[in-house]
């Protein structure tokens, strides 16, 4: 390879991540401003906005019913992936085929066509909005996240090991916890993060499917439309401490690869 | 020699008659051509929850929701009145024509911008600084997993009058009034809709230049063609699907936003979700709203058939 073709991949993965990484890094840098100000210079760091996120009512409850949200979603969707990714990795029938295409449907339908057609559901057998009804549709769209890393890594699974346990006196119970589970232990664990992950940012479908209490970016959406409130950055940022976190963690737990398929 | 008998392996035949739970697993064995009993009904226990979760909450959903587009909404209420009305607003209307018109002008802008921006990308990392790709890649993670609202309120402190580019740009002195054409425009709803897709339309993509083999490169070069060529020629279209998967996925996922448009489109930025998002909302009118989800949906579908064999007919 010519130098000046590894210069000009530096250059454009350069632009490209800054691109990228610019609106994150302003937020979180405003979240620290001293002043209302949203545009340069920065004057000195303060953590006001942190103090009226911690004192602000509507914040908290936010906070709150994310975190409600986020937990449930995420046990009940990495529940359903990883036992519908154990059925389709053992057999190849042409129900489990439908079954992992529906699976799929949301990741390729847009946000608001979800949770239009969920709002219409539920108004047609008269169920109020609440947040289970915005954790069912948080489900939807993170389904395909486990069963993409889980099944991926049930893909390289080799089933003769669960045999083997089974001939060497193991009961179908202890063959399936202390042999086949731990092998996909940690993808298990890096689908839950990255569900949490997502349902905690997820705000198109909350927006059609939540009741009287908000999760966090419904609120935050009420407040963009209203005004330009700095303590939006710092509840901003706190949104992106738990995605970031989650993705660093899954880091250690898998190959960014397993989610490149 | 010993019989084998049905619960063992495999054959319930050869039970003479067959009890209920025998016949049930038999019938079952044809859905799940799995191994023994045992293990078709563990597949049946594990696949039943989501089975019953997706026909609950995905199927009869959408199901709902085509059915609402042949109804009428009067007085907000719902009338199941069965006509084609809203469907012929929808692709009548003077509004909703031009709203569709311009969707679909933005979605394929950023189709064609991301897939480009992608597969560079995952081009430069796979075969220029394979060194670096796991870090690059897990960037593109990072990136995917940090914030759809956020990004899309904060690209309005950088694009706005008084917003980062304006003030450097003016502070440089290359301007004296702020480019108002940054905001609220088809500009800032394309630049911002590119950033967030471009994280995942890398991922088909590099998928799919995995499969692509030194080796072959090499081959088409020894054989004379040239950098461009085998470019064309063999990388290309080896990697055609992941390409058509993540502009598939693109233009879907732009086509259907509508919060990028509401918060940096402005007029000229309007695009058909702002209106559907508005129909289940303050304007109160369903059926349209979900008629008009299916026709762009249809109009979708259409675009992407005829790109899945212009992708055929020039990457082979």
């Known amino acids: 390879m010519t130098p000046r073709s590894?210069?000009?991949?530096?250059?454009?993965?350069?632009?490209?991540?800054?691109?990228?990484?610019?609106?994150?890094?302003?937020?979180?840098?405003?979240?620290?401003?001293?002043?209302?100000?949203?545009s340069l210079p920065f004057t000195g760091p303060s953590i006001r906005w942190y103090q009226r996120v911690f004192t602000d009512q509507s914040f908290i409850k936010g906070i709150e019913a994310s975190f409600i949200v986020a937990i449930t979603v995420g046990v009940?969707?990495?529940?359903?992936?990883?036992t519908a990714s154990f059925a389709m990795a053992r057999s190849k029938s042409a129900i489990l085929g439908l079954v992992a295409w529906l699976a799929l449907i949301p990741a390729i339908l847009p946000g608001l066509f979800l949770g239009v057609a969920l709002l219409s559901f539920y108004n047609q057998i008269d169920v109020p909005l609440s947040l289970l009804t915005v954790m069912i549709g948080h489900v939807l769209v993170t389904l395909p996240f486990v069963v993409l890393i889980v099944g991926s890594r049930l893909s390289r699974f080799d089933p003769a090991v669960e045999e083997a346990a089974r001939d060497l006196g193991a009961t179908g119970l202890q063959a399936f916890f202390k042999v086949v589970f731990p092998m996909v232990r940690a993808s298990v664990i890096a689908s839950f993060l990255i569900v949490v992950a997502a349902s905690v940012d997820e705000v198109v479908i909350a927006l059609f499917t939540v009741g009287a209490t908000t999760t966090l970016p419904v609120t935050i959406w009420g407040m963009l439309r209203r005004s330009i409130d700095p303590s939006i950055n710092a509840v901003a940022t706190l949104i992106l401490v738990?995605?970031?976190?989650?993705?660093?963690?899954?880091?250690?737990?898998?190959?960014p690869r397993d989610l490149a398929r | 020699v010993i019989p084998v008998s049905s619960d063992s392996r495999g054959g319930g035949a050869t039970v003479e008659r067959p009890g209920p739970l025998t016949a049930a697993t038999l019938w079952a064995s044809r859905f799940f051509r799995t191994g023994t009993a045992r293990e078709r009904w563990v597949t049946i226990f594990e696949l039943a929850p989501t089975l019953i979760f997706l026909t609950v909450f995905l199927v009869i959903p959408l199901g709902v929701f085509f059915v609402y587009s042949f109804w009428t909404t009067s007085v907000f209420q719902l009338v199941p009145d069965w006509t084609l009305e809203n469907y012929i607003t929808a692709i009548t209307d003077a509004n909703y024509q031009s709203l569709f018109r311009n969707t679909l002008t933005i979605a394929l802008t950023v189709g064609v911008c991301t897939v480009v921006v992608a597969y560079t990308f995952a081009h430069i990392i796979r075969f220029h600084l394979k060194q670096h790709q796991e870090t690059l890649l897990f960037l593109m993670l990072v990136s995917l997993f940090s914030g759809y609202l956020v990004r899309i309120y904060s690209w309005r402190t950088i694009l706005g009058d008084q917003g980062i580019i304006n003030d450097l740009l003016q502070r440089i002195g290359l301007i004296d009034e702020p480019l108002s054409f940054l905001l609220f425009s088809r500009v800032a709803v394309v630049l911002v809709l590119v950033n967030y897709l471009v994280p995942l339309?890398?991922?088909?993509?590099?998928?799919?230049?995995?499969?692509?083999?030194?080796?072959e490169i090499e081959a088409s070069r020894d054989l004379g063609a040239g950098a461009a060529t085998t470019?064309?020629?063999?990388?290309?279209?080896?990697?055609?699907?992941?390409?058509?998967?993540?502009?598939a996925i693109t233009v879907i996922l732009a086509a259907g936003d509508y919060l990028t448009p509401q918060l940096v489109g402005g007029i000229n930025g309007l695009m058909i979700g702002t209106v559907i998002a508005d129909n289940f909302g303050a304007t109160?009118?369903?059926?349209?709203?979900?008629?008009?989800?299916?026709?762009?949906?249809?109009?979708?579908?259409?675009?992407?058939?005829?790109?899945?064999?212009?992708?055929?007919?020039?990457?082979?």
Request: with cysteine.
């Open chain 1, 6 to 38: 590894r210069l000009f991949s530096w250059i454009f993965v350069a632009v490209l991540m800054v691109y990228l990484f610019a609106p994150v890094v302003l937020v979180v840098l405003f979240s620290f401003n001293g002043t209302a100000s949203t």
């Open chain 1, 76 to 82: 009940v969707s990495t529940f359903l992936g990883t």
């Open chain 1, 242 to 255: 738990v995605t970031l976190v989650s993705t660093f963690v899954v880091r250690r737990l898998i190959s």
């Open chain 2, 201 to 215: 339309a890398v991922l088909p993509i590099y998928a799919s230049l995995q499969n692509v083999n030194e080796d």
């Open chain 2, 231 to 247: 470019f064309w020629r063999v990388t290309l279209p080896l990697v055609r699907n992941g390409l058509f998967f993540s502009f």
């Open chain 2, 284 to 316: 109160f009118n369903w059926a349209l709203g979900a008629a008009s989800s299916f026709v762009t949906t249809g109009c979708i579908v259409i675009i992407l058939i005829v790109a899945y064999f212009g992708f055929r007919r020039v990457l082979r």
